[in-house]
């Protein structure tokens, strides 16, 4: 970890912005959260779980995180919001209340923006945020804790069930000015419920910004949340994410995170097993072109016993793109009878994309089963000829092998609004297919 001027600037724009910032009960909290932030710096790639991905642009950059920027017609992006469902809209890091939509909720749920949830004091809020994702060692988490302004809270009591899916559609669209976000989702689901929850992301085409966004999820005892992710961000655009997911006894959590915007993100989901019998699917993977750049790190830190994960993560790279996966297990000593498999496939559709695919095992235990797999080649010449024999245009058939293979990470998602939001984002990307 390295600070410089950089640093010193952000610092200095906290100093500016910390006033304004909604939630006074957080300024403690913000003030270390800076301090920590300050004392690290950038992560460099000397350190190991970023020795792929280069921040040496993006910390040189001048983003804003004050900038006051006029909100952009909303209607333009009305193809972002998935229907029947409740929406949270925020505008270039503010909340849009027009577009927000709560319906009628069972009782014991709350949904809400993170801007108006923390102006009241909150004791089980208080105790809640930033303590599933905490800032130690983690300086970009501690500078999303010290500048977040809006985002997602989400909290099912014990037994409730959301009915519908909630979206929090983050949208950028800043005109000349680099703008600063540092969006915040936080999801408590009790004990015995269930919810999904679509995070998107989207900026104007050509916008240059920076997107650091974190999400803590607490899945209780017999609980089961499903996480969608929709980074679409401006190709001008970087975008740095943590989630950071934490499982009760029985908790069961699946998420699908696809990545098709910025020139620069890395995206990280970290889970702790914190209770016997819980289970997770990670799912994610990339549509690449041009120079973009994207990173998939995970974690399934497996501390108790007779728990499950399984990580399948695929990457479809064209021009002279670069993808990173790290997939990371730890099964702990005393953490026996884990399964836990990883699974990464990279397509190369140019001679110059390129992968680094690095599935990592830490085993402490000696009653397990755990396996990983990698893959990186180019379209399977013998699939291509059988299509193209059956009358099917190469273009088309080339199309029809892409969508196969990225469609693998969907495999677990149940039909409907919010498996479409994720698909038509695919489809999107296929029709600038070459």
Known sequence: MTTNENTARIVDSFEQAKNGLPGTWLVGAREGAIHSFAAAGFPTQRVESWKYTNLNRLARGAFDPLAEIAAPDVNAWCDLFIDGCDRIVIVNGRVDPVHSTIGALADGVSVSALSDAVEEIDPDLEKQLGQIAPDEGAPLVALNTAFMRDGLVLRLAPGTVLERPVQVVHIVDSG???????????????????????????????????????????????????????????????????????????????????????????????????????????????????????????????????????????????????????????????????????????????????????????????????????????????????????????????????????????????????????????????????
Request: net charge negative.
């Open 176 to 434: 000349d000015t680099a703008l600063a976000l540092h969006p915040r989702t936080l999801v408590v689901a009790g004990d015995n419920s269930q919810a999904t929850v679509v995070e998107t992301f989207a900026g104007a085409e050509g916008a240059g910004y920076w997107t650091n966004a974190v999400t803590e999820i607490r899945v209780g005892k017999n609980a089961s949340v499903q996480h969608l992710k929709r980074q679409s961000e401006s190709v001008a655009a970087y975008h740095t994410a943590l989630t950071q997911v934490r499982l009760d006894r029985d908790a069961r959590f699946y998420s699908v995170a696809l990545t098709v915007g910025g020139i620069l993100s890395r995206n990280e989901v970290k889970v702790a097993f914190e209770g016997e019998g819980a289970e997770c699917k990670l799912a994610g993977g990339s549509l690449l072109r041009g120079r973009q750049h994207a990173d998939s790190t995970t974690e399934a830190d497996h501390r108790v016993p007779n728990t499950n994960s399984d990580q399948v993560f695929r990457n479809v790279l064209d021009d002279n793109s670069h993808s990173v996966f790290q997939g990371g297990v730890i099964v702990r000593k005393d953490a026996q009878k884990t399964d836990s498999s990883q699974s990464n496939r990279n397509l190369l559709l140019s001679s110059g994309a390129q992968a680094d695919t690095k599935p990592e095992l830490q085993i402490f235990a000696d009653d397990v089963k755990c396996a990983h797999g990698a893959t990186v080649g180019d379209l399977d010449k013998t699939s291509m000829f059988y299509l193209e024999s059956r009358g099917i245009p190469p273009k088309q058939a080339k199309a029809l092998l892409i969508e196969a293979f990225i469609g693998e990470i969907l495999e677990d998602v149940a039909e409907g609004s919010a498996r479409n939001h994720i698909e038509s984002a695919i489809a999107n990307w296929m029709v600038e297919a070459k």
